[in-house]
């Protein structure tokens, strides 16, 4: 799970429970008002019918019984007499409908089975209904009276479901709403992180004085952003002392190693005739690797300088010219091993770039084709320029390369077999050094390898307009 989406949670978890609490007060003191309504018009409603059959029995033009039943039509009225409990009235209601006891002074809730034909003609089935009864102790005429008045809550317990609905409908709206803006808050407050993880994305050793920006701000992910790049600060340090070391140890190795095979190529020429044969075999032995040191260092020196450099000053290179002339150079190489060069290059391929790095990477790629080809075997040479790049592709027949080996072909040093690649005098460099020359001129390169088979080298420069009219 996102943090994205923990953060939302969390803030519409907490604002559902805080609103859900809200809802829960706020439904009670809502509630409160219709029953003390509904509780003052029972009382009322109990004072009016008590002096109703009190005036009935004390007078002969007082309302009839019949009257005061359809007066009070709706509620259910029982009026008792204090002290004697003789019933001085009953109402329609109170006749049909048992309702539970009631202690004088108290309310209380309770269900009863009703028809509700009784309460409203148009329903008439019998089912379950909920009454409010009050018992209101009532003096009047100096007689004590106890009215037990209850009415049906019908209406009012409609409008408790409209509070519900109302509430339910306003927690889910306020729901919606809060994850909406918690995921948009989330975004925001992550936005830092985002920014942080796309330069991490970025960074490696090419452009290790990428810095996050952080502002002056004091909070916690400007903070990280300043101890990440510190981090960075040290990491760059310590990557420039170990380049700087590698160029210069490379470069210290280069004069006594030229010194060393002067000497020994001086003694073999000078003295050659007159060494026993064993010294003079170890003597070559010995030149065999000063020669493969040599070629190290260099590569080394090439490769730490061209890790240094940002970028190059492009100039016009005629890549056919500079291919056809690499193609005679190996070809005396070529023929030794039988290998047949079959090269197809069209007139006119030009690019912008820096001609002797081209020559180097060519040059590598061409005498990789070589060196791991089979006896007899075949190199294809092939250029092609469209509008935006121009591609150069140099394939050989040979061992190849087994799938996973290929990413790591560009590391410096890797020889996926190293007896073969010692046996060639490979130290595993070249195609490190190819791919930072074709960086350098925001070209591509690409390997395939089928194993056993054949090996393709695809190399792609792009193009700016003034080299396509050059
Ligand atoms: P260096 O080029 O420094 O003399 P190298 O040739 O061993 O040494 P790379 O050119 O970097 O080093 O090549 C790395 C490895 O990739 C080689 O050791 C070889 O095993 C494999 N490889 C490269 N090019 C080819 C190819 N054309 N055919 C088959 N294998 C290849
Ligand atoms: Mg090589």
């Known amino acids: 799970m996102t943090v994205k989406t923990k953060i939302t949670l969390f803030i519409v978890g907490a604002g559902l429970v805080s609103s859900l609490l809200f809802s829960v007060v706020v439904f009670y003191e809502l509630l409160e008002q219709p029953f003390k309504l509904l509780d003052t018009v029972l009382k009322e409603e109990a004072y009016r019918t008590a002096s109703m059959i009190l005036k009935r029995q004390s007078t002969s033009e007082a309302a009839s019984l019949e009257t005061v039943d359809n007066m009070v039509h709706a509620y259910w009225i029982e009026i008792y007499e204090q002290g004697t409990n003789k019933i001085l009235y009953q109402s329609d209601l109170a006749k049909r409908v048992k309702l539970p006891p009631v202690k004088p002074h108290s309310r209380t809730i309770a269900r009863a089975v009703i028809s509700r034909g009784q309460i409203k003609p148009d329903r008439d089935r019998s089912q379950k209904s909920t009454f409010r009864i009050r018992s209101v102790p009532i003096e009047l005429d100096g007689r004590s009276l106890v009215v037990k008045i209850a009415r049906t809550m019908e209406k009012l317990e409609d409008e408790i479901w409209e509070l519900v609905f109302g509430i339910a409908a306003g927690l889910i709206f306020s729901t919606l709403a809060l994850i909406v803006i918690s995921r948009f808050m989330a975004g925001k407050i992550l936005q830092p992180i985002g920014r942080m993880k796309d330069l991490a994305q970025d960074i490696s050793e090419k452009n290790l004085g990428q810095r996050i920006p952080h502002g002056d701000g004091r909070d916690e992910f400007s903070d990280l952003a300043r101890t990440i790049n510190r981090m960075l600060d040290r990491l760059q340090c310590s990557f420039v002392k170990q380049r700087d070391f590698l ?148 394939a050989n027949t040979g061992p190849g390369v087994a799938e996973a080996e290929i990413p790591r072909v560009y590391d410096q040093f890797y020889r996926v077999e190293k007896s073969r690649s010692i046996q060639n005098g490979g130290s595993g460099l070249g195609l490190a050094i190819v791919k930072r020359i074709v960086e350098l001129h925001n070209g591509k390169i690409s390997f395939e390898s089928k194993q056993e088979t054949w090996t393709r080298v695809t190399v792609s420069l792009p193009l700016s307009r003034d080299t396509v009219l050059a």
């Open 247 to 394: 160029f210069d140890t490379s470069h210290e190795l280069k004069t006594p190693l030229t010194t060393m095979r002067l000497t020994v190529d001086e003694i073999c020429t000078s003295d050659g005739k007159n060494l026993p044969p064993f010294v003079r075999d170890n003597l070559l032995r010995l030149n065999n690797q000063v020669l493969r040191m040599e070629r190290l260092v260099k590569d080394l020196l090439n490769l730490s300088s061209l890790e240094t450099l940002t970028g190059i000053d492009p100039k016009p290179v005629q890549v056919t010219e500079l291919l056809s002339s690499l193609a005679g150079e190996y070809k005396f190489l070529a023929d030794a091993q039988n290998i047949k060069m079959d090269i197809r290059l069209p007139m006119r391929l030009v690019t912008q770039g820096d001609r002797e790095k081209l020559h180097r990477a060519f040059s590598n790629i061409l005498d990789n084709a070589i060196k791991y080809n089979f006896d007899g075997g075949q190199i294809e040479l092939t250029g092609d320029q469209s509008a935006a790049e121009l591609t150069v592709t140099i």
